[in-house]
């Protein structure tokens, strides 16, 4: 039998061929990198010539061609994408008529259009941003804590069922049922009207998350003591309580009088 001479491959063709093989990955990602980067700035140079072209063709006229403000409207120099989101989201801007404080109203701008202002405000003064997708979860919060900061920062305005309040001067603190997680972080962030700015300084980002999961908690929870009677506090009841008593009162005088007839 002949014998069968085994060739073997230098130790170094091992090493050589995972150099290349590192080389083209790492030249594949640069170039799509490049390309994604150069995307996005091309998709967010076109947003804000966007944002900008709504700007002035609807917002300029109370805030200013530069975001100075004017006697109709304030500056909006500094007040971030997060505060132009949250107003015009919520259909409080544009503003129709002069009032003490900015209803919520049915929303003119489209989601991008929304976008685009905000990302046009932003690029002319930095501000507080959009809260992200990880900003907004709040499922692994502290229910307890996020109950215990609301009933310290927010019910004497909100009332203790989040349903909101009068305040002075025909201002109010607005019902949050309704509110969506990003429309109670923006106003945290940005304290609209007569709410006080919760920066990450004054309550960090877990707190209000722990914030937003009690107030989905006040959504969802039942009313095992009966009617809810729209959970605004012992006035109501009391009110209630009060004309049931009177009509029952007036019942039972009815009542007498026939039988004495």
């Known amino acids: 039998m002949k014998s069968l ?3 073997r491959r230098h130790p170094a ?5 995972i150099l290349v093989a590192l080389v083209a990955t790492g030249g594949l990602f640069a170039i799509t990198n490049t390309m994604t980067e150069a995307k996005s700035a091309e998709q967010s140079a076109a947003q804000i010539i966007e944002g900008k072209r709504l700007f002035l063709e609807g917002c300029s006229s109370c805030h200013g061609i530069n975001l100075q403000g004017t006697e109709n409207g304030p500056t909006l120099i500094g007040v ?25 109203k049915e929303v003119i701008y489209t989601e991008e259009e929304i976008a685009a202002l905000a990302a ?19 499922s692994d919060a502290d229910l307890g804590e996020g109950g ?10 909100h009332q203790a069922a989040g349903r909101g309040g009068a305040l002075n001067d025909g201002r109010y603190a607005p019902d949050l049922m309704p509110a969506t997680s990003q429309e109670i972080y923006e106003a945290m962030l940005t304290g609209p009207q007569n709410m006080p700015v919760f920066s990450d300084a004054t309550l960090s980002v877990e707190d209000k998350q722990g914030i937003i999961a009690y107030i989905d908690y006040l959504k969802n929870s039942e009313d095992p003591g009966g009617w809810a009677l729209g959970r605004f506090g012992p006035v109501t009841e009391g009110l209630f309580l009060w ?19």
Do not use: H
């Open 120 to 138: 046009y405000v932003a690029s002319l003064s930095p501000g507080p941003a959009i809260p992200s997708a990880a900003d907004l979860d709040f």
């Open 13 to 17: 063709a091992v090493l050589a061929l």
């Open 243 to 261: 004309i049931g008593g009177m009509l029952l009162a007036v019942a039972c005088a009815i009542w007498i009088g026939a039988k004495v007839r």
């Open 80 to 104: 971030g994408a997060a505060a132009v989101d949250f107003q015009v989201a919520t259909g409080r801007m544009p503003l129709a008529t002069y009032s003490a404080q900015a209803p919520s």
């Open 5 to 7: 001479a085994i060739k």
């Open 148 to 157: 215990e900061l609301f009933r310290a920062n927010c019910s004497q305005c």
